[in-house]
């Protein structure tokens, strides 16, 4: 059983940055796929960013290339988001999620763990 908790979420200005971390409790994290996802009001859950179980394997979103970068530290049971260029559009409730299976999933269905989320607000 992994626990996720979601953190660094806030109110930012159009353009600028923020930075999320998950932080995971149970047995073997390093042996999961961690991924972000993102769910606006009205909207279906979005995923966002993907890395694999070595960080070998990076995936993104289109919306989001170029501007947010996922990254891991197993020693401190950690996944992070960081979110560049913000735009209005990025306004979103953001999971953490992870997978054991070997994969690089990046749909919704694909992971077991999931975290309550963190509201991200960007304004004009």
């Known amino acids: 059983q992994v626990q996720l908790v979601e953190s660094g979420g806030g109110l930012v200005q159009a353009g600028g940055s923020l930075r999320l971390a998950c932080a995971a409790s149970?047995?073997?994290?390093?042996?999961?796929?961690l991924g972000w996802f993102r769910q606006a009001p009205g909207k279906e859950r979005e995923f966002v960013a993907m890395?694999?179980?070595?960080?070998?394997?990076?995936y993104y979103g289109d919306s989001v290339k170029g501007r947010f970068t996922i990254s891991r530290d197993d020693s401190k049971n950690r996944v992070y988001l960081q979110m560049n260029s913000l735009k209005l559009e990025d306004t979103a409730v953001y999971y953490c999620?992870?997978?054991?299976?070997?994969?690089?999933?990046?749909?919704?269905?694909?992971?077991?763990?999931w975290g309550q989320g963190t509201q991200v607000t960007v304004s004009s």
């Open positions: 999620a992870a997978e054991g299976t070997p994969g690089t999933p990046i749909e919704t269905h694909e992971y077991q763990y």
């Open positions: 149970g047995p073997a994290f390093s042996s999961y796929a």
């Open positions: 890395i694999s179980w070595s960080g070998g394997t990076v």
